[in-house]
């Protein structure tokens, strides 16, 4: 057997014999893959690995001298009434989710007023860089910060990412004023979300040529912000996780995920519909890589695998 389908057959193996709800799996060990599937590859949402996908777009900009991570929100929103000390928020703290901004903002909440913008950045921060609080809101403002130059995030996107992957027309869910949802609703099929997976493990290439500058990708996961909560949710970089073990992650609800070991060579990437034990789905994945069991059981940052 391939070095990725010994992988795969442990992580099917222990997926089937825990009566997981996955969906597919892709197994990418050095040039190695392989893949399985439970039902169609049909295009689904990602949820929260969007925010992934968002941060590679802020790469892009910056790599394309638009913003940078230092970039606050007075410059881009002048407009926008701001509440204290938000004059200082940058788009670097709204994708590492340290705003200091105490506004939880997912799809299943109605949002006060007619501008999700202006709600978020007239409540005041507690100080930039200083806490830690989840929300889809945070990754919806930087995303909308990139619109105000590129204009419209999803189609700025397709010429730099989806068509160099080979993906058709992806669709991401927006909100009532017609920008990208940000945060989630980038709607993918598994093998799909796996050509984003093999760029964030080459450190920014796809195929020989460099999409997003290897910096990027690395600051990603070079500094995990402590968010308070235990492993596997202790420590978040700019829309990542860390963990379990070496290895870092895109995490979505219901079980999507681009867990990367770097040590292996290794992407492992999924989706499913698994409502009360997704996390597992990741666990699993990475005693697959790694070959042993870590029994790792951890408590999430609350709204954090939306």
């Known amino acids: 057997m391939t070095p990725a389908s010994v992988v795969l057959d442990r992580f099917v193996s222990s997926v089937e014999e825990e009566r997981l709800g996955a969906y597919g799996v892709h197994v990418l060990m050095g040039e190695d893959e392989a893949q399985h599937r439970w039902r169609s590859d049909d295009r689904e949402n990602i949820y929260s690995v969007s925010k992934g996908v968002c941060a590679l777009a802020i790469g892009m900009a910056v790599d394309e001298g638009l913003l940078s991570p230092a970039t606050t929100v007075p410059g881009l929103f002048p407009e926008i009434e701001l509440g204290p000390g938000v004059d200082q928020v940058s788009v670097g703290h709204l994708l590492a989710m340290t705003s200091g901004i105490d506004f939880q903002c997912f799809g299943i909440v109605e949002v006060?007023?007619?501008?999700?913008?202006?709600?978020m950045l007239a409540s005041p921060s507690s100080?930039?860089?200083?806490?830690?609080q989840y929300s889809n809101a945070s990754t919806y403002v930087a995303m909308r910060m990139l619109g105000s130059i590129v204009g419209d995030v999803r189609d700025w996107l397709i010429p730099r990412l989806f068509e160099p992957l080979g993906i058709h027309n992806p669709q991401w869910q927006r909100c009532p004023r017609g920008w990208i949802s940000g945060g989630s609703g980038l709607?993918?099929?598994?093998?799909?979300?796996?050509?984003?997976?093999?760029?964030?493990?080459?450190?920014?290439?796809?195929?020989g040529e460099r999409l997003v500058d290897a910096a990027w990708i690395d600051r990603m996961h070079a500094n995990w912000f402590p968010t308070g909560a235990e492993a596997p949710f202790d420590g978040y970089g700019l829309a990542a996780w860390r963990g379990p073990g070496h290895a870092w992650r895109?995490?979505?609800?219901?079980?999507?995920?681009?867990?990367v070991d770097d040590i292996s060579d290794a992407v492992v990437t999924i989706t499913a519909h698994e409502e009360s034990r997704d996390h597992r789905l990741m666990e699993l994945a990475h005693e697959?890589?790694?070959g042993r069991s870590h029994g790792l059981v951890g408590k999430g940052v609350e709204g954090s695998a939306d």
């Open 250 to 259: 895109l995490d979505g609800k219901y079980g999507q995920y681009i867990l």
């Open 288 to 290: 697959a890589i790694t």
């Open 112 to 119: 006060p007023g007619p501008d999700p913008v202006q709600e």
């Open 187 to 207: 709607e993918l099929r598994t093998e799909e979300l796996a050509r984003i997976g093999r760029v964030l493990r080459d450190r920014g290439q796809w195929g």
């Open 127 to 132: 100080g930039p860089g200083t806490v830690f």
